[in-house]
């Protein structure tokens, strides 16, 4: 959940030290989903728990199932990765300490890619921080205010929004035309983005690349945190890279196409690298102590 969260002050996918829970749309309805683990690491169960806004959506349990077996990478099959990181020096220790871990996606290629834009070239402090203030002024509430908690917005949301209305969230010109444009998009189909599942990754980067205000990290990120392509490290995240050259113990830190090499020792599994590092910084900063309590 962390590695889907990255920031203590996300406010769309929230935890209380005990609940995952976020507002999820289901045929216009919103749902604020819970989510708690219920059994120790050995025997993982989760519990899910749906409020609904006014009445129950439609097969609400099926959806639910499907979209949360896709966000927490539940049906993630992680035996080839943990067969080869088991006697590796470089990452072994690294592996064993955050095991069990399973790998997060975004529900939405849409939200990937509406978060690959607000953090270009911004720390996660600050694209959050964007986030934040996007799903409060264009997303739905749930719940009474001021405790209302807000659903991520739909693309019709940022397809009706206006540049200056986003300027003055905090997001740059360039980003607020991206926004709106790729709301405009997909507005009136939300999985517009999905049959990028049906590309290789050669196929779908070229896609993603057309997109107005895409380049290659946006369209890494979103290939490994939207589509779920494993394979990927987006070697050009200053952070990723960062911690590649802490953890291999380099002497300086590798340009994209040296990381691009020293990662294909641990091909296919080179994004599953980018989620233990980013664990590991998140541990350091003391976010993950409360689960090892």
């Given at each position: 959940m962390w590695t889907l969260r990255r920031r203590p002050d996300n406010a769309i996918d929230r935890w209380d030290g005990r609940f995952y829970r976020r507002i999820l749309a289901f045929d216009g309805l919103l749902v604020e989903v819970s989510v708690r683990q219920t059994r120790s690491s050995?025997?993982?169960?989760?519990?899910?728990?749906?409020?609904?806004?006014?009445?129950?959506?439609?097969?609400?349990?099926?959806?639910?199932?499907?979209?949360?077996?896709?966000?927490?990478?539940l049906q993630v099959d992680l035996s080839g990765f943990y067969e080869m990181a088991r006697?590796?020096?470089?990452?072994?220790?690294?592996?064993?300490r955050f095991n069990g871990f399973r790998p997060p996606r975004f529900p939405t290629v849409f939200e990937a890619l509406v978060n690959a834009i607000a953090c270009q070239q911004l720390t996660v402090l600050v694209g959050i921080m964007l986030l934040n203030r996007l799903a409060r002024t264009r997303g739905m509430a749930f719940g009474p205010s001021p405790a209302a908690a807000f659903a991520f917005p739909t693309p019709e949301e940022l397809a009706s929004a206006r540049p200056e209305t986003l300027g003055a969230l905090g997001f740059s010109r360039q980003k607020a035309s991206a926004l709106i444009r790729l709301g405009r998009e997909c507005a009136g189909d939300a999985s517009h983005f999905e049959a990028l599942a049906e590309l290789d990754d050669r196929q779908a980067v070229t896609r993603l690349l057309e997109l107005h205000g895409i380049g290659r990290w946006s369209a890494e990120y979103t290939m490994l945190r939207g589509l779920g392509r494993l394979n990927l490290f987006p070697a050009d995240d200053v952070a990723g890279v960062r911690n590649l050259h802490r953890w291999l113990k380099l002497r300086k830190i590798p340009d994209y196409k040296r990381a691009r090499r020293l990662l294909s020792r641990w091909h296919p599994y080179e994004g599953l690298l980018y989620f233990h590092f980013l664990l590991a910084k998140l541990d350091s900063r003391g976010f993950l102590q409360e689960l090892t309590n």
């Open positions: 050995d025997e993982p169960q989760l519990e899910v728990t749906a409020v609904c806004e006014r009445r129950r959506p439609s097969k609400l349990k099926e959806k639910l199932t499907a979209i949360l077996e896709r966000t927490l990478g006697d590796d020096l470089k990452i072994g220790a690294l592996v064993r």
